[in-house]
Protein backbone atom coordinates (compact mmCIF):
# COMPACT_ATOMS: atom_id res chain seq x y z
CA UNK A 1 0.00 0.00 0.00
CA UNK A 2 1.18 3.83 -0.47
CA UNK A 3 1.91 5.55 2.44
CA UNK A 4 3.70 8.87 3.55
CA UNK A 5 4.77 9.11 7.31
CA UNK A 6 6.05 12.31 8.83
CA UNK A 7 5.97 11.23 12.20
CA UNK A 8 7.14 14.78 13.65
CA UNK A 9 4.12 16.43 14.35
CA UNK A 10 5.52 19.79 15.96
CA UNK A 11 9.16 20.83 15.84
CA UNK A 12 9.95 23.96 17.68
CA UNK A 13 13.61 25.57 17.21
CA UNK A 14 15.17 29.01 17.51
CA UNK A 15 15.89 31.06 14.66
CA UNK A 16 19.23 30.56 13.20
CA UNK A 17 19.06 26.74 14.41
CA UNK A 18 18.98 24.15 11.72
CA UNK A 19 16.42 21.53 11.37
CA UNK A 20 15.77 18.76 9.15
CA UNK A 21 11.99 16.90 8.57
CA UNK A 22 11.52 13.72 8.40
CA UNK A 23 9.32 11.88 5.55
CA UNK A 24 9.42 8.04 4.68
CA UNK A 25 7.33 6.56 1.96
CA UNK A 26 5.84 3.48 1.16
CA UNK A 27 5.24 2.16 -2.72
CA UNK A 28 5.01 -1.05 -4.93
CA UNK A 29 6.14 1.20 -7.70
CA UNK A 30 9.48 1.62 -9.32
CA UNK A 31 8.42 4.87 -11.02
CA UNK A 32 7.30 7.19 -8.92
CA UNK A 33 7.77 11.05 -7.84
CA UNK A 34 7.85 12.65 -4.59
CA UNK A 35 7.04 16.53 -3.45
CA UNK A 36 7.11 18.73 -0.63
CA UNK A 37 4.74 21.85 0.00
CA UNK A 38 4.70 24.59 2.20
CA UNK A 39 1.16 25.56 3.86
CA UNK A 40 1.60 29.04 5.85
CA UNK A 41 -0.52 30.24 8.38
CA UNK A 42 -1.79 31.61 5.34
CA UNK A 43 -3.54 28.29 4.57
CA UNK A 44 -2.32 28.12 0.57
CA UNK A 45 0.21 25.21 -0.05
CA UNK A 46 3.06 26.21 -1.95
CA UNK A 47 5.69 23.41 -4.26
CA UNK A 48 8.76 23.31 -3.00
CA UNK A 49 10.35 20.47 -4.68
CA UNK A 50 9.67 17.50 -6.88
CA UNK A 51 11.70 14.50 -6.80
CA UNK A 52 11.35 11.52 -9.16
CA UNK A 53 12.49 7.48 -8.32
CA UNK A 54 15.49 7.78 -10.44
CA UNK A 55 17.23 10.64 -9.16
CA UNK A 56 18.78 10.36 -5.90
CA UNK A 57 20.83 13.06 -6.32
CA UNK A 58 20.69 15.22 -3.22
CA UNK A 59 19.41 18.96 -3.92
CA UNK A 60 19.81 22.39 -2.46
CA UNK A 61 17.80 25.38 -3.08
CA UNK A 62 19.46 28.30 -0.97
CA UNK A 63 19.15 27.63 2.90
CA UNK A 64 16.71 24.36 1.67
CA UNK A 65 18.17 20.70 0.77
CA UNK A 66 16.55 17.33 0.39
CA UNK A 67 18.28 13.86 1.18
CA UNK A 68 16.70 11.40 -0.78
CA UNK A 69 17.56 8.11 -0.03
CA UNK A 70 15.58 4.88 -1.66
CA UNK A 71 17.53 2.48 0.78
CA UNK A 72 15.54 3.63 3.26
CA UNK A 73 12.42 5.35 1.07
CA UNK A 74 13.11 8.46 3.09
CA UNK A 75 12.91 12.20 1.52
CA UNK A 76 14.10 14.59 4.08
CA UNK A 77 14.16 17.85 4.22
CA UNK A 78 16.28 20.31 6.21
CA UNK A 79 16.19 24.03 6.67
CA UNK A 80 19.91 25.54 7.30
CA UNK A 81 19.58 29.05 9.54
CA UNK A 82 15.56 28.84 9.91
CA UNK A 83 14.04 31.74 10.27
CA UNK A 84 10.28 32.93 11.54
CA UNK A 85 8.92 33.34 7.95
CA UNK A 86 9.68 29.39 7.65
CA UNK A 87 6.88 28.42 10.43
CA UNK A 88 4.48 26.73 8.64
CA UNK A 89 3.02 23.23 8.16
CA UNK A 90 5.19 20.94 5.97
CA UNK A 91 3.77 18.04 4.17
CA UNK A 92 5.32 15.50 1.93
CA UNK A 93 3.92 13.55 -0.50
CA UNK A 94 3.97 10.66 -3.10
CA UNK A 95 2.68 10.05 -6.75
CA UNK A 96 3.02 6.92 -8.00
CA UNK A 97 3.06 5.74 -11.52
CA UNK A 98 0.87 2.78 -12.11
CA UNK A 99 -0.03 1.95 -8.42
CA UNK A 100 -2.29 3.95 -5.92
CA UNK A 101 -5.53 3.54 -8.03
CA UNK A 102 -5.61 6.98 -9.56
CA UNK A 103 -4.21 9.55 -11.61
CA UNK A 104 -3.54 13.11 -9.78
CA UNK A 105 -3.44 11.06 -6.35
CA UNK A 106 -1.06 12.98 -4.38
CA UNK A 107 -0.35 10.87 -1.30
CA UNK A 108 0.19 13.22 1.64
CA UNK A 109 1.92 12.68 5.32
CA UNK A 110 -0.18 14.22 7.82
CA UNK A 111 2.20 17.24 7.86
CA UNK A 112 5.15 18.60 9.88
CA UNK A 113 4.44 22.18 12.24
CA UNK A 114 7.67 23.73 12.13
CA UNK A 115 7.66 26.84 14.72
CA UNK A 116 10.72 29.00 14.46
CA UNK A 117 10.80 31.49 17.37
CA UNK A 118 13.10 34.85 17.30
CA UNK B 1 -0.46 35.47 -13.83
CA UNK B 2 -3.33 34.57 -11.33
CA UNK B 3 -3.22 31.33 -9.66
CA UNK B 4 -5.86 29.16 -8.64
CA UNK B 5 -8.56 30.60 -7.33
CA UNK B 6 -11.08 28.92 -4.71
CA UNK B 7 -13.71 30.93 -3.56
CA UNK B 8 -15.40 31.42 -1.04
CA UNK B 9 -12.62 31.61 1.37
CA UNK B 10 -14.87 30.44 4.49
CA UNK B 11 -18.45 28.88 4.29
CA UNK B 12 -20.71 28.34 7.05
CA UNK B 13 -23.49 26.42 6.60
CA UNK B 14 -26.37 24.86 9.28
CA UNK B 15 -26.75 21.03 8.97
CA UNK B 16 -28.55 20.05 6.05
CA UNK B 17 -27.93 23.08 3.59
CA UNK B 18 -26.14 22.75 0.27
CA UNK B 19 -22.53 24.03 0.17
CA UNK B 20 -20.57 24.95 -3.28
CA UNK B 21 -17.23 25.57 -3.51
CA UNK B 22 -15.71 27.31 -7.01
CA UNK B 23 -12.55 26.58 -7.98
CA UNK B 24 -10.78 28.22 -11.37
CA UNK B 25 -7.48 26.88 -12.41
CA UNK B 26 -4.65 28.55 -13.35
CA UNK B 27 -4.54 29.66 -17.14
CA UNK B 28 -4.03 26.96 -19.77
CA UNK B 29 -4.27 24.55 -16.94
CA UNK B 30 -6.97 21.62 -18.18
CA UNK B 31 -6.84 19.23 -15.08
CA UNK B 32 -8.14 19.90 -11.46
CA UNK B 33 -8.38 18.26 -8.54
CA UNK B 34 -10.37 18.45 -5.23
CA UNK B 35 -8.31 17.35 -1.77
CA UNK B 36 -9.84 17.46 1.81
CA UNK B 37 -7.65 18.47 4.91
CA UNK B 38 -9.66 17.81 8.28
CA UNK B 39 -8.08 18.82 11.04
CA UNK B 40 -4.77 17.67 12.53
CA UNK B 41 -4.38 15.90 8.85
CA UNK B 42 -3.13 15.68 5.50
CA UNK B 43 -4.29 16.37 2.56
CA UNK B 44 -6.68 13.19 1.25
CA UNK B 45 -7.58 13.15 -2.82
CA UNK B 46 -11.28 13.16 -3.78
CA UNK B 47 -11.65 13.56 -7.47
CA UNK B 48 -10.09 14.51 -10.61
CA UNK B 49 -11.94 16.16 -13.54
CA UNK B 50 -10.89 17.32 -16.88
CA UNK B 51 -13.14 19.90 -19.14
CA UNK B 52 -16.69 18.26 -18.37
CA UNK B 53 -15.37 14.97 -17.69
CA UNK B 54 -14.77 13.28 -14.33
CA UNK B 55 -11.73 11.39 -15.16
CA UNK B 56 -11.43 9.51 -11.17
CA UNK B 57 -13.53 10.11 -8.16
CA UNK B 58 -11.94 7.30 -5.81
CA UNK B 59 -11.79 9.43 -3.31
CA UNK B 60 -15.39 11.15 -3.07
CA UNK B 61 -17.81 10.00 -0.43
CA UNK B 62 -20.75 7.68 -2.08
CA UNK B 63 -23.61 9.77 -1.60
CA UNK B 64 -24.19 13.91 -1.02
CA UNK B 65 -20.83 14.75 -3.21
CA UNK B 66 -20.33 15.68 -6.67
CA UNK B 67 -18.07 17.56 -8.87
CA UNK B 68 -18.36 19.01 -11.98
CA UNK B 69 -15.68 21.00 -14.37
CA UNK B 70 -18.08 22.53 -17.50
CA UNK B 71 -16.79 23.65 -20.70
CA UNK B 72 -16.94 27.31 -19.47
CA UNK B 73 -17.15 28.16 -16.01
CA UNK B 74 -15.02 27.14 -12.74
CA UNK B 75 -15.23 23.81 -11.11
CA UNK B 76 -17.86 23.18 -8.41
CA UNK B 77 -17.46 20.85 -5.66
CA UNK B 78 -20.87 20.13 -4.20
CA UNK B 79 -22.20 19.27 -0.90
CA UNK B 80 -25.62 18.07 -0.51
CA UNK B 81 -27.49 18.05 3.51
CA UNK B 82 -24.04 18.43 4.72
CA UNK B 83 -23.16 17.54 8.39
CA UNK B 84 -20.90 18.47 11.21
CA UNK B 85 -18.02 15.90 9.73
CA UNK B 86 -18.15 17.64 6.76
CA UNK B 87 -16.52 20.52 8.44
CA UNK B 88 -12.75 20.81 6.56
CA UNK B 89 -10.87 23.06 4.13
CA UNK B 90 -11.12 21.81 0.91
CA UNK B 91 -8.76 22.36 -1.56
CA UNK B 92 -8.31 22.70 -5.22
CA UNK B 93 -4.95 21.93 -7.35
CA UNK B 94 -5.03 22.54 -11.06
CA UNK B 95 -2.04 20.95 -13.83
CA UNK B 96 -1.71 21.69 -17.46
CA UNK B 97 -0.55 17.85 -18.06
CA UNK B 98 -1.85 14.73 -16.00
CA UNK B 99 -0.31 13.68 -12.83
CA UNK B 100 1.33 10.83 -14.47
CA UNK B 101 3.88 12.24 -15.61
CA UNK B 102 4.84 13.93 -12.39
CA UNK B 103 3.37 17.36 -12.70
CA UNK B 104 3.14 19.37 -9.87
CA UNK B 105 0.09 20.75 -8.46
CA UNK B 106 -0.79 24.22 -7.93
CA UNK B 107 -3.13 24.75 -5.11
CA UNK B 108 -5.31 27.22 -4.47
CA UNK B 109 -5.60 28.82 -0.82
CA UNK B 110 -8.75 25.90 0.03
CA UNK B 111 -12.01 26.74 1.61
CA UNK B 112 -12.98 26.65 4.79
CA UNK B 113 -16.20 24.77 5.50
CA UNK B 114 -17.92 25.32 8.90
CA UNK B 115 -20.69 23.32 9.48
CA UNK B 116 -22.67 24.30 12.58
Known amino acids: AQKVTQAQTEISVVEKEDVTLDCVYETRDTTYYLFWYKQPPSGELVFLIR??????QNEISGRYSWNFQKSTSSFNFTITASQVVDSAVYFC???????????????FGKGTKLSVKP | NAGVMQNPRHLVRRRGQEARLRCSPM?????VYWYRQLPEEGLKFMVYLQKENIIDESGMPKERFSAEFPKEGPSILRIQQVVRGDSAAYFCASSPFVMDRGEKLFFGSGTQLSVL
Open chain 1, 93 to 107: ALSEKNYGGSQGNLI
Open chain 2, 27 to 31: KGHSH
Open chain 1, 51 to 56: RNSFDE
